[in-house]
């Protein structure tokens, strides 16, 4: 799954987030701090490891534990590559299972892990 933030779109995620800090939304301040751009916001970094869980598990599934971790900024431009991999599954009762999944989000340009998650989604049997 790709994902390519523009500076429109973290603008609106700061709105809708109440976030208010400067740096995801004044190219300037930004710069000023040492960076080339505005920084996509970690909770977005989540948002998009979120969506690989949920369009994979689908409709059936819940999605039961997330943690993540941001590694590294990533600025609009970037396209950011969101993957998974199944580490394990265990069935929980006769109608219901879990599976564990280690998730990343890598930026595309020079293959640096921006955010990774661990993940379980219960899905039935």
Request: proline share 3%.
């Amino acid at each position: 799954m790709r994902h390519a933030p523009t500076r429109l779109q973290l603008f609106r995620y700061s709105a809708v987030t109440w976030n208010t800090h400067r740096i995801h939304f004044d190219a300037d301040y930004a710069e000023q701090e040492g960076y080339p751009d505005v920084l996509v916001q970690s909770h977005l970094h989540g948002a998009f490891l979120v969506t690989l869980c949920t369009e994979w598990m689908g409709a059936s599934g819940r999605l039961t534990k997330l943690g993540v971790s941001v590694r590294r900024y990533a600025v609009p431009g970037d396209v950011l590559v969101c993957a998974g991999e199944v580490t394990g599954a265990e069935q929980v009762d006769e109608s219901h299972g879990l599976v564990h999944l280690n998730v990343t989000e890598t930026r595309e340009s020079d293959d640096t892990v921006c955010a990774i998650a661990t993940a379980t989604i219960a899905l039935p049997l």
